[in-house]
């Protein structure tokens, strides 16, 4: 089992800034990508941003420039600074995990694993 708590999500006026943070936890062998991603009503879901355990980034194109991603490998954290924040960035967050996971007879298996989705609020 692996569970992905999230947490800081909220209100804010536009121009303002919130932190998200999601911690992993549970059966977990190895991290291969940690990761934001955003759904929005009657929208599809969205990356916003992620990074690989190479420290690899890759950024929604509006996300570039004000929000930061950071991960704490010992600690299996991501944060998603988000500053600047518009009307349009309100939506419900998701924390994802693309990881490794030791299965019994078939070894090494990889899966992803999504969080419950924080909201943010960005009001004009």
């Known amino acids: 089992q692996v569970q992905l708590v999230e947490s800081g999500g909220g209100e804010v006026q536009a121009g303002g800034s919130l932190r998200l943070s999601c911690a992993a936890s549970g059966n977990i062998f190895r991290i291969n990508e940690m990761g934001w991603y955003r759904q929005a009503p009657g929208k599809q879901r969205e990356l916003v941003a992620t990074e690989t355990s190479g420290g690899r980034t890759n950024y929604l194109d509006s996300a570039k420039g004000r929000f930061t991603i950071s991960r704490d490998n010992s600690k299996n954290t991501v944060d998603l600074q988000m500053n600047s924040l518009k009307p349009d960035d309100a939506a419900v967050y998701y924390c994802?995990?693309?990881?490794?996971?030791?299965?019994?007879?078939?070894?090494?298996?990889?899966?992803?694993?999504w969080g419950k989705g924080t909201q943010v609020t960005v009001s004009s």
């Open positions: 994802h995990l693309a990881l490794t996971v030791l299965s019994g007879s078939i070894g090494e298996r990889d899966i992803d694993r």
